[in-house]
Structures are given as C-alpha cells and as structure tokens.
C-alpha cells in the first residue's frame, strides 16, 4: 500500500521517499562514515560531512515540513469556516508558504542538475533494465519447461 499526501498547491509527497532515506545507523549506511582511497581507509570519529547529502537532507525535510505546514493551513481554514478556530495564522502565511515552496524547488532543481544526481539515476536506470532483462530471461525460460513438459 502507498501512502499519497497531496498538498493544496498539488504537490505529492510519498511516504517511500520519507522510507528511502537511511534514518538510523545499520550496515547499509555505514560506509557513509568512512572514506577508502586505495589500500588507506579514512575513519574520522565523527560522520564525514558530505555538502550534498547535508543539501538532499535539507531539502528533503524541508520538502514535507513545507507540504504540512500547507496541510494544517488548509485544514485550519476548513475548521475556522465551521465556527469552531483553534489556530491562527499570519495574514502573509499563505504568501510565505508559496515563497518557501518556491526557494524548495530552487534546491531541488540544483541537485537534479549535478553531476552526482545524474550519475545515481543513470546507475538505477541501469539496474531496472538489468531487472528487467532478467526477468524476461526467466519468464522466457519458465515458458520454455512448461512448453517442454507439455509435449
């Protein structure tokens, strides 16, 4: 089951992209804290601190505190027309949201333009074409024994 929230401005965010990204430590994302170059690994105390991933990071939490923060206006709005307002905003808060979403998308355009983005998405390109071309291969080889059995 996918989880769609849609904000009023009609900007998805999907609970797998919030999933996609490593939260707590375990094996997977340990090779973050380490960096090997040749035979000589770089083990710093602390975690390395990647520019990019500290700007994917921020644009994603950005990315859903802008949609809640949307989310809880429109619902405000809906609460405040039956009489019953529990929150108040800022009279320029729906301007400030639409500003914030537009500075987000600005963030979002420029890791979609690295070199690094276009590298990961060529490599995961790649991997569901080889997905997919196994699975061709097995389908086509499962066909093949059934067509054999069945003679």
């Given at each position: ?83 019953r307002s529990v929150v108040e905003f800022r009279a320029d808060f729906q301007r400030t949201i639409v500003g914030l979403g ?50």
């Amino acid at each position: 089951m996918q989880i769609t929230l849609t904000s009023r401005r009609g900007s998805p965010i999907q609970k797998n992209r919030i999933n996609e990204v490593t939260a707590h430590a375990n094996v997977i994302s340990g090779e973050s804290t380490f960096r090997k170059s040749g035979e000589i690994v770089h083990a710093p105390f602390f975690d390395i601190e990647d520019e990019y991933f500290v700007k994917t990071d921020l644009w994603l939490i950005s990315s859903v505190a802008i949609t809640l923060m949307d989310f809880f206006f429109g619902v405000a709005g809906n609460v405040d027309r039956g009489g019953r307002s529990v929150v108040e905003f800022r009279a320029d808060f729906q301007r400030t949201i639409v500003g914030l979403g537009s500075e987000n998308e600005k963030l979002r355009a420029e890791i979609i333009a690295s070199e690094r983005y276009k590298a990961a998405m060529l490599k995961i390109t790649q991997r569901k074409e080889a997905a997919s071309d196994e699975a061709q291969r097995t389908d086509a080889e499962t066909e093949r024994t059934s067509d054999a059995r069945g003679r």
